[in-house]
């Protein structure tokens, strides 16, 4: 004979519950983010870009990111298809695609003529790499912020 027993929860579980800490572990997640935006620019000399965390969380939808305004940023981050700067043969770039950290550089513009412009910038794809690199992390926030709403019952 089979037989079925009911199995009694300690509470009904609440879905504002996990909401609220997926929202939490996603906040922690933006925050990493935030800080390794930073570091990006951290060894930028004559400006430092400011980064904004960008927050919407809705029980159907979801989202974080870091953004910024700054056009340097943006340029550097995206590439350009022209520079109007000349550059001397000194000149090293701070920064390289497909690496997060700018290392040391040295500036050597010679002159800046917008009716002789050069080849433009190479995307550094600063947002690319990070997601990539924290990318893991996020999942692990997540994960445990379902795992621990699952052992509260």
């Not at 960008?54 to 298809?81: A, C, M, Q, R, W």
């Amino acid at each position: 004979m089979f037989k079925l027993t009911p199995v009694l929860v300690k509470r009904i579980p609440s879905r504002n519950d996990l909401d609220r800490r997926i929202n939490d572990a996603m906040n922690d997640w933006n925050a990493l983010n935030e800080e390794e935006f930073d570091s990006t620019a951290s060894t930028f000399q004559s400006y430092h870009p400011n980064f904004m965390r960008e927050t919407s969380f809705s029980p159907s939808h979801k989202e974080v990111g870091v953004g910024t305004d700054d056009k340097i940023y943006e340029y550097l981050n995206d590439g350009t298809s022209v520079r109007y700067a000349t550059m001397g043969p000194r000149f090293r770039a701070k920064t390289a695609p497909k690496r997060i950290k700018a290392g040391p550089g040295q500036s050597d513009v010679l002159y800046v003529n917008k009716n002789r412009p050069r080849p433009g910038i190479k995307a550094r794809n600063f947002d690319k790499q990070i997601k990539k690199k924290l990318e893991p992390e996020y999942f692990k926030l997540v994960s445990r912020a379902v795992l621990s709403f699952v052992e509260d019952f």
